[in-house]
């Protein structure tokens, strides 16, 4: 199960042209929301620049030296960047190691390859020590700029890239992957990240799946006055509060868009029947995404969780009244 995806596949059509004509471009910005594989899909692109192996049409082989040194310890002619564990920006030294291994010649003759992860997180003297080496690349340097959010990139930056975008798959696409990749549950999650096939797979492994089942009991329960906020928020932890953030905010979502529709079979039929009041219901989803930004930092998770709790059971009370009135 690796790159290209098949989500991939016409990105990966573009580059192995470029690479057969001997086009390839100095430096490439591949863009696209997280979950979407683009890290492994810049290893696939890595492999197939450096690999030696005589058949163009079956590289990247996965056998010769090359191969067998990115899979291994790694390759004399590949540099890779991105934030360090526990900081919140990629700096300038990071950058700076960067040029000066692109200027150095080829160890082995071929492309030189430098991947900087996360370049949406570089201060501006990172970025700018980036842009002169992207308005003079050395010969056979190849630079990968990945970003998920590459609006924060400087527009200098981005105009000396060539721009591959990735997009999620659509829906069927997504769950047979995830059928192959022997996850087929975490397909009930595609809703919760966009479609982002490895976003789904990462949630479920987070075990998102049990506790998006969990909140959707909870919120049920409470609709219906058969549940006590209090107890409803011993179950969550401090940890999954960004994830409670994004489950509630799909989940809102999948109700809002009435009717559901058959093939949407992730809500019991009493939640996805509710009738909320539409200013409410929008206020409510304002409210999850403002408070989502400081989910992570709460100094009482208990507290955090009783008042989403509070104020969900408020406008499920509040709709159900109104449609019983109707
Ligand atoms: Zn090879």
Redesign the pocket.
Known sequence: MTAPYPWQQSQAGQLRRAWQSARVPHAILLRGVAGLGKRDFADWFT?LL????ENPVA??????????LLHGHGHPDVFSTGVEDGKRQLRIDAIRALVEFIRLSSQYGGYRVALVHQADHMTGNAANSLLKTLEEPPANAVILVLADQPARLPATVRSRCQQLRFAAPDTATAADWLAKAGIPDAAALLPVCGNAPLAAQSLQERDAGRLHQTLIEQLLALSQGKASIHSAADTWQAADLPLLLDLLIVILQQIQRQPVSPGDGTLPAGLASLRLDPDAAYGYLDYLYRTRALSDRALQPKLFVEDLLLRWQEIARQGSRAHLRA
């Open positions: 492999a450096l690999c030696e192996s590289a990247p082989c996965g056998s010769c030296r090359a191969c067998r």
